[in-house]
Nanobody, 125 residues
Framework: QVQLVQSGGGLVQPGGSLTLSCAASGFTLGRYTIGWFRQAPGKEREGFSAISSLDDSTYYTDSVKGRFTISLDKAKNTVYLQMNTLKPEDTAVYYC??????????????????WGQGTQVTVSS
């Protein structure tokens, strides 16, 4: 069964850190781009980071650049999102997703075919 299983997330105070994991099963992440999306209440799903397993290139939107780090552990078939200096505006449900081949910008949800189940991240004091 092809699936992405997410873990991590939760409640954190502003300025805090969290790490999200996205483990692939039923397929290997080689040849795929893995993207991270988030959706806040009343807003559209936003793609903000991606990594290509072909060349390890990465992408971040300005809203997370310098604070978030995406990484891929090919041996574990898992992608990680390290989130530092979290802000209340980072509050959202976070999703990982995959698409074949390289990163295509802007990141569009419709380009990604397999999705994780989503995990809530809440930044609040």
């Amino acid at each position: 069964q092809v699936q992405l299983v997410q873990s991590g997330g939760g409640l954190v105070q502003p300025g805090g850190s969290l790490t999200l994991s996205c483990a692939a099963s039923g397929f290997t992440l080689g040849r795929y781009t893995i993207g991270w999306f988030r959706q806040a209440p009343g807003k559209e799903r936003e793609g903000f980071s991606a990594i290509s397993s072909l060349d390890d290139s990465t992408y971040y939107t300005d809203s997370v650049k310098g604070r978030f780090t995406i990484s891929l552990d090919k041996a574990k078939n898992t992608v990680y999102l390290q989130m530092n200096t979290l802000k209340p505006e980072d509050t959202a449900v976070y999703y990982c997703a995959t698409r074949l081949r390289t990163i295509v910008l802007p990141l569009k949800a419709s380009d990604f075919t397999t999705w994780g189940q989503g995990t809530q991240v809440t930044v609040s004091s």
